[in-house]
């Protein structure tokens, strides 16, 4: 079936640093690949999405290029602020029949320090 | 617009009881899915529900089931409360033009602890 696999984490990261996540999928046919992000207490919210291969999807400094080769949807930002501390997921929607169902990795929780 | 609303916040229940949680999507989204977030299994996917009918539906018992009615509101049920089923649950509204690629739009989710 169809699958994410994030990077393990937490990952901690000074103010300003390069951040990447690392995700890799599993999935049939032509899936749609988006992260998610969650802060404390709140659901998720959309941070970016790509439908397919080589589209870059972006959002609020965050990037991420949809690999089909790789089959990778990395997220990267080239300098992070405190306010970027949150849980961050990686997700795909496959084709076909699958209506209305992301899967998910398994959340990366980032913490930014001054 | 107003965003996906989740009623209640917070429940507290005992094994055993049932529990029924409430989902209101965003004005002119037809589809709404479940998740099931655990710190030991993440998200989950539930069931989706699009013009009243579940389309798709996720691994889990019987005991889950969910609705939707005519003005896209939704309720999922718990019943025969289990230990294990204590987690946030998640509602997510889409558009749906039919393509399956579209975005999900979350609510703040129901956090349920079953004592």
């Known amino acids: 079936g169809d699958s994410v696999t994030q990077m393990e984490g937490p990952v901690t990261l000074s103010e300003e640093a390069f951040l990447t996540i690392n995700c890799t999928y599993t999935?049939?046919?032509?899936?749609?690949l988006f992260w998610y992000v969650q802060y404390p207490g709140e659901g998720l919210q959309l941070l970016l999405k790509?439908?397919?291969?080589?589209d870059k999807g972006s959002n609020k400094g965050f990037e991420a290029t949809y690999r089909k080769e790789t089959t990778s949807f990395h997220l990267e930002k080239g300098s992070v602020q405190v306010s970027d501390s949150a849980v961050y997921f990686c997700?795909?929607?496959?084709?076909?029949?699958?209506?209305?169902?992301?899967?998910f990795g398994q959340g990366t929780i980032l913490t930014v320090h001054p | 617009k107003a965003g996906v609303t989740q009623t209640p916040r917070y429940l507290i229940k005992t094994r055993g009881q049932q529990v029924t949680l409430s989902c209101s999507p965003i004005?002119?989204?037809?589809?709404v899915s479940w998740y099931q977030q655990t710190p030991g299994q993440g998200l989950q996917f539930l069931f989706e529900?699009?013009?009243?009918?579940?389309?798709n539906k996720g691994n889990f018992p019987g005991r889950f089931s969910g609705r939707q009615f005519s003005n896209s509101r939704s309720e999922m049920n718990v019943s025969t409360l289990e230990l294990g089923d204590s987690a946030l649950y998640l509602c997510?509204?889409?558009?749906?033009?039919?393509?399956?690629?579209?975005?999900?739009?979350f609510g703040p989710g129901t956090r349920l602890t079953v004592l």
């Open positions: 997510a509204s889409s558009p749906d033009s039919g393509r399956t690629n579209n975005e999900q739009f």
């Open positions: 999935a049939t046919g032509y899936p749609s």
């Open positions: 790509a439908t397919k291969a080589d």
């Open positions: 997700a795909l929607t496959a084709g076909g029949t699958s209506y209305g169902k992301l899967t």
């Open positions: 004005s002119g989204h037809r589809s």
């Open positions: 529900y699009f013009s009243e009918t579940q389309r």
